[in-house]
């Protein structure tokens, strides 16, 4: 076990001095953690996003956390180093937003999106920090990004498996 402890101590000694690098972007609600000053509009942009989400989906919850939410913006390959993600991973939630940046300001759409996504995990373990079942937190989560009704709607429609999706209606009314 001690050489896990020893690995563990280790990444979170690189994450450390990687992020005493940062730059902050801060709202009441969120504080956003970027590379440089060339990211500052997209950390603006994330803000906004984060905001617009924050009370949208907070109140269809009925649940608003007492404390900031941290996200990191990273490199993709900063992004696979600390959170050691899948290549299919558009982000994840730790205690932290964490996403990988590509291109975002050109695709702000994509970017809400999984913003929402993530905010959605954070929001689910301030209700309920442990216990939860994968298919719902992550069934929130994709019905809570824009669009996200819609499309998992169409989702349950089109299978014969699960009815016609007509259940979402109340969550979203």
């Given at each position: ?6 690995a ?7 994450e450390?001095t990687?992020h ?7 709202s009441?609600h969120f ?15 994330a803000v906004?996003?984060l905001?617009?989400a924050y009370w949208?989906?907070?109140s269809?919850?009925?649940?608003f ?6 996200v990191?913006l990273?490199?993709?390959q900063?992004f ?8 299919w ?6 205690g ?6 590509l291109?975002p ?5 994509e970017?809400d999106?999984?913003?929402?996504h993530?905010l959605t995990h954070?929001l689910?373990r301030g209700?309920a920090?442990s216990?939860v079942p994968t298919?719902l937190?992550e069934?929130l989560?994709?019905?809570f ?5 819609e499309?998992?709607?169409?989702q349950?429609t089109?299978?014969t498996?699960?009815?016609d ?7 979203f009314?």
């Open positions: 076990k001690e050489p896990t402890l020893a563990r101590l280790q990444q979170w000694r690189s450390a990687l005493r690098d940062f730059f902050q972007s801060q009441s504080t956003v953690l970027f590379e440089g000053p060339a990211d500052e509009p997209l950390a603006s942009k906004e996003l905001e617009s949208r989906v907070g269809a919850l009925s649940t956390p007492d404390g900031t939410i941290t990191v990273y490199t993709e900063q696979r180093d600390i959170t050691r993600s899948p290549d991973a558009a982000a994840s939630y730790d932290r937003i964490r996403i990988p940046v291109d300001l050109r695709q702000v759409d970017l999106r999984v913003l929402t993530e954070a689910v209700i920090p216990g298919w937190n069934g989560a994709v019905a990004e824009p669009n996200g009704a499309w998992s709607r169409a349950l089109a299978t498996a699960r009815g999706g007509q259940g979402l209606d109340a969550v009314e």
